[in-house]
Structure formats: C-alpha cells, structure tokens
C-alpha cells in the first residue's frame, strides 16, 4: 500500500519516492472526498518535489492541487494551478502533461459557465490527445467539446463530437464511458425535442449502467427518462 511503501521512503529519507508516495496517498483519501486531508498531503508532495528538484513531480503535484482546487470551490485558484502546471510541463517538453493540464482549465472555464475559454482548452487537449495516439484522451476530450456545444444549444455539433467519441469508447471496450457518452447523447435529443432518440439512447446507458454495478449512474439516466416521460405527458 501506499502507507506502508511511504513507511519504507521515509526511513530511507530519500525527498522524491516519499514524494511520490504521498501523492498516491493524496491520491485515494481525494477520491474518497476527504479535500483537506488530500491538499495537506497534495502540499506535502509538492514541497518535497521541489527539495529534490524533481520538476516532473512538482508539476503532476501543481496539477493536482489546482484538481483539488475546483473540488473545494475555488476556480480562480484553479486556473491559476493549471497555468502555472501546463508551463512547467511544456518547460520538460511533456505534452501528456500539459494535455490534462488544459483538460484542467477547461473544466474550469466550464464551471465558470465561460464556453469559449473551454472550448479553445479542450481543443489544445484534443489536438495533443490525436497527436500522440491517445485514443481514450481523445475520446474524452471529444466528449467534453460536446459538453460545451450542448450547453450552447448547438445540438448537431453537440451529437457530432458526442459520436465520435462513442465510437472511439467503443472500439476500446470503455464500457463506463460508453455509458456516460449515451446519457449526453440523450440528454441533447431531449433537449432538442427527439424524444424518441432521448429515450433510445437513455435505455443503452441504462442497460450498462446496470450491468457495471453503478447506482448513480443507474440514477442519473432515470432521471434523464422521468423528464422524458413527463414531457410526453405519461
């Protein structure tokens, strides 16, 4: 475990494998919710990166810390963590780094409800995704270009970038994404007033969502069908 290897780092007091192991470690208790403990850990690492002058490290940390930032509800801090990550990892010439650093800011952009500036970062993290052969980078990023054009009301571009992602989801197996691509898929034709679409696609994302065991996916999807249901006045 995390624990137990960051036990074995310390008493070799070696500053970049206890940093390491204290990310893995901010890691999971960020996951499981728990934002304080994770930003003290997250800033634990970072310090200990910079002691040893690991600047790949630093950057993943600076990264990390601006994710965390968004979760606590500050998106100023978090565009300001993912500038400065995407400078550091373009400085070590890392263009997966930097891509999930854009991924980054445009998640915040969207939060931020400024559609432009999420579009524009989501492309940058879309081209390096196509560039480098990422195919699940790719799938995600087109999907959450979808995100911005449904939000827009542009529908057809919405379902456009939406497919092209599925399909990528598809072809690797990515059964969880799939899932989750079907349910946008259904929300824009419900929105768009295809109610018929709307209820295909949510049905696909029901049958997965179930299949996999995902209860907030299961109600998420039956919730997209009760408005279907009711704006078909059944």
Do not use: C
Request: glycine content about 10%; charged content about 20%; cysteine-free.
């Amino acid at each position: 475990s995390y624990r137990r290897s960051l036990a074995i780092r310390e008493a070799l007091g070696a500053p970049a494998p206890v940093a390491q192991s204290l990310n893995g470690i901010a890691n999971t208790v960020y996951y499981l919710g728990k934002y304080g403990e994770a930003k003290a850990l997250y800033e634990r690492s970072l310090s200990l990166m910079l002691q040893a002058k690991d600047r790949a490290g630093a950057a993943i940390a600076v990264n990390n810390l601006a994710e965390l930032s968004n979760s606590l509800g500050d998106p100023a801090n978090a565009l300001r963590g993912f500038r400065e990550s995407l400078a550091m990892f373009a400085e070590l010439g890392d263009e997966s780094g930097a891509g999930s650093s854009w991924i980054g800011q445009g998640n915040t952009h969207l939060l931020l409800g400024d559609y432009a500036s999420a579009a524009a970062a989501y492309t940058r993290s879309l081209a390096m995704a196509e560039r480098r052969g990422e195919r699940l980078n790719t799938a995600n990023a087109l999907n959450n270009l979808g995100v911005v054009s449904r939000k827009l009301g542009a529908w057809d571009e919405a379902l456009s970038y939406y497919a092209r992602s599925l399909e990528i989801k598809e072809t690797l197996g990515n059964r969880a994404g799939v899932a989750d691509t079907l349910h946008n898929m259904g929300l824009v034709f419900r929105q768009r007033g295809d109610l018929d679409q709307a209820m295909e696609h949510y049905e696909r994302s029901l049958a997965i969502t179930r299949e996999l065991g995902d209860p907030a996916g299961v109600a998420g999807v039956l919730a997209g069908m009760a408005n279907v249901h009711y704006e078909r006045g059944e």
